[in-house]
């Protein structure tokens, strides 16, 4: 059947005129941007903005993820809910304290590393990027394992050297004041040396020309450094700060499902973790989204915010 | 004092190595006459200037090392307390040994981490490859063709950055399990057959990519597709194979999306180890030996590959 089709349609496109031949050809030019951007845009839509839609329309209605049981439409009441938790708020702060940590660890440190060790060239360069970005690719289950062992109470090193200088300290990821904190050790450590590579190979792109030419203009290395250095960094930067604002939540998420499960008492939880709680713990799929919709809306305001700052503040090398 | 005359050569001396490195990073492949140059101009100054740029980068090599220390410890102390015979996995002697291999050995007859490993092997080179292929589909399209829409559907890739995956996991569950995939591979492999940020990472190249060698292609008579395999792959391999073992690595690495779909399987190491990791409480030296037997994969194209790791993920960062 299908070749008695096919046979006739084959057949046309040599015997016709050259008038047709050509509107073919320019129709399938036309077309073929979007047959090879197809399978990606299709992918695209099914597993991320469909499903964000869906997140929007679950977020009007109580259910609790069992397919057998029917949504009931509840208008606004789970964002009036999820607004009043007292979970929520602290999720919030949290998340905050991860950002400003995570400028601090992943864009302000390697900033200082960067500059201060760019005198080291060569291969002895290489060698030490090498080493710095190894806790980078650790899977989250060994790093969290290692930091485990490294924090234990008992025979863990860290716990030893604290008490050898004489402020032993208990369990650190038991103690709702120091949970936190060691979850951003442990990111930090993994963020830390990603930083470094990308400021050093930012600095790297910069020509010299400009620092030479400020020092015969009599400029001193600290004008260099802050007038030209920095500024020229800036893209850099930029991104990377961007990148930290709005991944830090990400970035954390595994170690505190590993390590702290947000506790204790959702001392060290994030905003990511708590959509996680709320639906595949709580299984209250209204809820879970709810939150969700807002964090999207949160977020996508401070990029766009933030894009629009940047636009302004960096400094092109062109 | 001896320190003041010597300094003046080493000016240049010091301008020369910092220049050239820069200048091989940001044209790849012509490191080679670049690197003779140096080296020929290096020895004529070498004996004095040596010591002093040593000395002038001392700080920066302290600064370096301690921060080289503080990254490789805890990995140096997996490997140390995983090596160490059980009785010993308290001891706090920084060096290593005795060595002894019945941790690894505990851990292999507890768990089939074996097959785990072999999975998330497969798992990830099938989401690398997958990922690898619709990217450069989708990059040549943009980068070839000026159509309606374009920006438009650009927009979309661009756009699922402020998507976090969490906010999408339960419709994404949801579907998953409509489709049967629960605590299946396949499950895992599926919501992430495109990654938006390969086809923007790729995007980047195809547009530096010289327009004249796809004129040329084009009046050779070779179709779009044809010089999309015969023409521009070939040309990209170092991109492509920098890209494809950072998507092979993050997907090795990926924890949220395997800890929701195999909630029941221990197919995949990341969900598997984790209920062993529960389980052994204070066995630090089983807990160590499972841990580095999850990271050996990825230290394994690390030490081979170190080059493109690093400047695939830097470039990222980069933009």
Not at chain 2, 80 to 91: C, E, I, M, Q
Not at chain 2, 285 to 301: E, H, V
Request: net charge positive; proline share 7%; charged share 10%.
């Amino acid at each position: 059947m299908f070749i008695e089709t096919a046979g006739p349609a084959a057949g046309i496109a040599p015997a016709g005129p050259a008038g047709r031949t050509a509107t073919r050809r320019s129709k399938r030019r036309i077309l073929s941007p979007y047959l090879y951007i197809l399978p990606a845009v299709v992918l695209l839509l099914v597993w991320t903005y469909w499903p964000l839609g869906q997140t929007v329309n679950l977020s009007f209605n109580d259910w609790n993820l069992i397919p057998t049981r029917p949504k009931q439409y509840v208008d606004v009441q789970k964002y009036a809910k999820v607004l009043s938790l007292p979970e929520l708020h602290q999720a919030l702060i949290n998340t905050g304290l991860y950002i400003l940590a995570f400028l601090g660890i992943s864009v302000a440190l390697p900033l200082v590393f960067a500059l201060l060790s760019r005198k080291v060239q060569g291969k002895a360069r290489t060698a030490y990027q090498a080493l710095i970005f190894v806790p980078f690719l650790i899977t989250p289950v060994a790093s969290s394992a290692i930091w485990r062992w490294l924090f234990a109470p008992e025979g863990g090193t860290i716990p030893a050297i604290a008490a050898a200088l004489g402020a032993p300290m208990g369990n650190v990821f038991r103690d709702p004041d120091s949970s936190m904190t060691a979850v951003i050790v442990i990111v930090g450590w993994q963020m830390l040396g990603f930083g470094v590579l990308v400021v050093s190979a930012g600095l790297a792109g910069i020509s010299p020309d400009y620092a030479a030419a400020a020092s015969i203009d009599g400029a001193s290395g600290r004008q260099i450094t802050w007038r030209i250095i920095i500024p020229l960094l800036s893209p850099s930067l930029v991104f990377l700060a961007l990148m930290t604002i709005l991944l830090s939540a990400q970035w954390t998420y595994p170690i505190i499902d590993l390590v702290t499960q947000g506790g204790p008492g959702n001392s060290s939880t994030n905003i990511y973790y708590l959509l996680y709680q709320f639906g595949f713990r709580n299984f209250d799929a209204g809820l879970s989204s709810a939150a969700g919709t807002l964090f999207f809306l949160g977020f996508g305001l401070i990029a766009l915010v933030f894009v629009e700052l940047s636009e302004r503040l960096s400094f092109y090398d062109n | 004092m001896a320190f003041i005359t010597i300094a003046p050569p080493a000016q240049p001396g010091s301008a020369d190595t910092s220049t050239v490195p820069e200048r091989s990073k940001a044209s790849g492949p012509t490191t080679a006459p670049a690197a003779g140059l140096r080296r020929t101009r290096f020895a004529s100054l070498r004996l004095g200037s040596l010591r002093t740029v040593f000395l002038r980068t001392l700080p920066s090599h302290v600064l370096l090392i301690a921060l080289a220390i503080v990254s490789i410890f805890p990995i140096y102390w997996m490997f140390v307390t995983a090596f160490r015979p059980p009785s010993d996995a308290l001891s706090i002697n920084p060096l290593p040994g005795p060595l002894s291999l019945e941790n690894f050995q505990y851990v292999l007859k507890t768990i089939p981490i074996a097959g785990m490993l072999a999975n998330t092997f497969g798992m990830a080179l099938a989401l690398a490859a997958s990922q690898l292929l619709v990217a450069i589909l989708a990059s040549y399209g943009f980068a070839r063709w000026d159509f309606v829409g374009k920006k438009a559907l650009y927009l979309l890739f661009v756009g699922s950055w402020l998507v976090p995956f969490q906010v999408t996991m339960i419709p994404n569950y949801l579907l998953v399990s409509q489709m049967g995939l629960l605590n299946t591979i396949t499950g895992v492999v599926i919501p992430q057959l495109c990654s938006a940020f390969a086809v923007m990472m790729l995007r980047q190249h195809l547009e530096a990519f010289p327009k004249d060698l796809l004129d040329a292609s084009q009046m050779d008579g070779r179709s779009s597709w044809r010089t999309l395999w015969e023409v521009v792959v070939p040309n990209l391999r170092p991109a492509l194979a920098a890209l494809g073992i950072m998507l092979f690595i993050s997907a090795w690495n990926e924890y949220l999306w395997p800890s929701l779909i195999m909630q029941k399987s221990d197919a995949l190491i990341q969900v598997g180890i984790r209920g062993f990791l529960g389980a052994e409480g204070n066995n630090w030296g089983a807990i160590m030996a499972a841990s580095s037997l999850a990271c050996l994969p990825i230290f394994l194209i690390y030490i081979f590959l170190q080059r493109y790791v690093v400047d695939a993920f830097v470039r990222s960062g980069l933009k």
